[in-house]
């Protein structure tokens, strides 16, 4: 056996003797160039339970939850999220919180549609197809009150047209001269024009059914004009929306969960 050998024998026992003074945290001390290895691999099952479910169903998830039994779960209203822990124990006895399980609401194409349009300035064929498009879930209402189909809609839109009118004035003195102008460009669409497009969908899956309001404005800072679209009231919609997430999913928990309002991160 060589010095070399000799040494690390001597390391490794001394290490051991001093073991793991003043603290109850396992550890042990290594010299510089060693390094650890896990046997857990190697057995025959690990030492703990670790893993995400991760989901968009919200019904999936609950069911998992459940059959978890003592989950603790945190919903972040605003992105739409929940995360599950089920092994954080408590401050007396924490956990390793590796067991976790992850819900993200996705958007119904429907609702997509009707926030991709929000603020959005349409020529007049493209916000005909659109109705047209989703003409199942639209209604529509004229600027003067009456109600329009999706298919009326779709027409109204396509019949504005815009008409300019022009003043001149021109006046001349002894020893000056003036002269005004103005333009102006007004919408017409035959009696009336649209103004309200009523858009029904569900917004996420398990949620309920909404009705949004988006008002129609029409541009006519052009010689084509272009309809511009803007959902009413959309913050206090998704308010609503956000409150009625955590209720279902109360709702579809056994009483072993327990539902926080906020997110968890382990520090």
Request: hydrophobic fraction near 40%; include cysteine; proline fraction near 4%.
């Amino acid at each position: 056996m060589d010095a070399e050998a000799i040494q690390k024998i001597q390391e490794l026992t001394h290490a051991a003797a001093i073991g793991n003074p003043g603290t109850d945290v396992p550890s042990i001390l290594v010299p510089s160039g060693f390094k650890l290895q896990s046997l857990e691999p190697l057995m025959t099952s690990p030492t703990r339970f670790r893993g995400t479910f991760a989901t968009t169903s919200l019904e999936d998830y609950a069911e998992y939850i459940n059959a978890e039994h003592g989950g603790r779960v945190f919903v972040d209203t605003e992105s739409m999220r929940a995360r599950a822990f089920f092994d954080l124990g408590d401050v007396t006895a924490p956990g390793h919180g590796e067991h976790t399980a992850a819900l993200t609401l996705e958007k119904t194409a429907a609702y997509a549609a009707m926030l991709d349009a929000d603020g959005k300035a349409f020529a007049q064929k493209d916000l005909a197809h659109w109705v047209e498009d989703w003409h199942a879930n639209i209604e529509g209402e004229d600027s003067n009150g009456n109600s329009l189909s999706p298919m009326q809609l779709a027409a109204a839109v396509r019949r504005i047209e815009i008409k300019a009118s022009s003043e001149r004035t021109h006046e001349e003195g002894d020893w000056n001269s003036s002269r005004s102008g103005l333009d102006q460009l007004d919408a017409r669409s035959g009696d009336a024009t649209p103004a309200i497009i009523r858009f029904s969908c569900t917004p996420y899956e398990a949620l309920s059914q909404r009705t949004f309001t988006l008002r129609v404005s029409i541009l006519t800072d052009d010689s084509k004009p272009r309809l511009k679209l803007r959902v009413s009231g959309l913050g206090a919609d998704q308010e609503l929306i956000a409150q009625e997430f955590k209720h279902v999913l109360g709702q579809h928990l056994a009483d072993g969960a327990t539902l926080l309002l906020g997110t968890f991160a382990k520090s």
